[in-house]
């Protein structure tokens, strides 16, 4: 009977000693007999005890590396303070175990030196204005190296890019003047437009007034009325200012542009027409 309870006692211990589980998003590395054997995937998987050793298990999900703060020099030698986080995952567990010691301090120091070599190679207002691109340009340049270690970068976001406090200073005295500016033009540009359709509602003015005086010779003595009487009631108001100077001219002179714009057409229009009596 005892050696019947020591085999099945053996044998529990051997098939407890084969499994094991790997959990949901995970991968397992399996050594037999100190060299690589094979990948264990989620769920349960058998080894061979005494032969097989699980040297490593990792997530395959996307991880996060955040960079210490760093200093860089710009292409035009400015100081900046560079903070940065990294989004990455392991996309070939084999390597990322046996090409590189430790994965984590290796792909820190590979983000801070990237970061370093490309910020190096753009101005301040090149790096403002193109982070996108210096992202794109970032990633490539990671995975290019990562890609060996079993590594996918996925993204890398920069958390703040900060110049030096004269610098900052004067980059927002900078976008002021610049807001004020195209304030300043903005309204330029609608004090022409509206002098614009002031002057063309005039001269619309201007030529309906001058068709109905042709059309009707009578209205010409009305309009010499109403500009008579808008100069003396203009005169009125002048005398009544203390610091006015008052300068008297003849109403009849004010109304000579009118007739000679009333004129000019229908003397035009007489001239041309045929039978006139005049050969």
């Given amino acids: 009977m005892e050696p019947i309870i020591a085999i099945a006692l053996a044998l529990m211990g051997y098939a407890f000693g084969s499994t094991k589980l790997v959990s949901q998003g995970n991968e397992a590395l399996v050594e ?88 190096a190679q753009n101005t301040l207002e090149e790096t403002n204005m193109a982070r996108s691109n210096i992202d794109s340009t970032l990633l490539d340049q990671l995975n290019f190296t990562s890609q060996t270690w079993g590594v996918e970068m996925m993204r890398l976001d920069f958390q703040r890019i900060t110049p030096p406090e004269s610098v900052r200073k004067s980059m927002e005295e900078e976008r002021a003047a610049e807001i004020k500016k195209r304030a300043l033009i903005s309204a330029a540009e609608g004090e022409r437009q509206a002098a614009i359709k002031k002057a063309e509602g005039t001269r619309t003015s201007m030529e309906i007034i001058s068709q109905a005086l042709r059309a009707h010779p009578e209205s010409k003595d009305i309009l010499r009325y109403l500009v008579a009487q808008d100069y003396v009631q203009a005169s009125q108001k002048l005398g009544e200012s203390n610091n006015a100077k008052i300068v008297f001219v003849d109403p009849a002179n004010s109304t000579g542009m009118f007739e000679e714009l009333i004129s000019q057409p229908g003397q035009e229009d007489e001239g041309k027409r045929p039978g006139n009596g005049k050969k």
Avoid at 37 to 54: A, E, M, S, Y
Avoid at 77 to 85: P, Q
């Fill in 32 to 119: 037999r007999l100190g060299r690589y054997h094979r990948k264990l995937k989620p769920g349960i998987n058998f080894i061979v005890p005494l032969l097989d050793q699980i040297v490593m298990e990792d997530t395959n999900r996307e991880q996060i590396l955040d960079i210490s703060p760093q200093n860089v020099i710009s292409k035009d030698g400015i100081y900046l303070e560079v903070d940065a986080v990294v989004y990455w995952r392991i996309v070939d567990i084999e390597k990322s175990f046996y090409a590189v010691d430790d994965l984590q301090e290796a792909l820190n120091n590979l983000a801070v030196t990237t970061v370093r070599e490309i910020l």
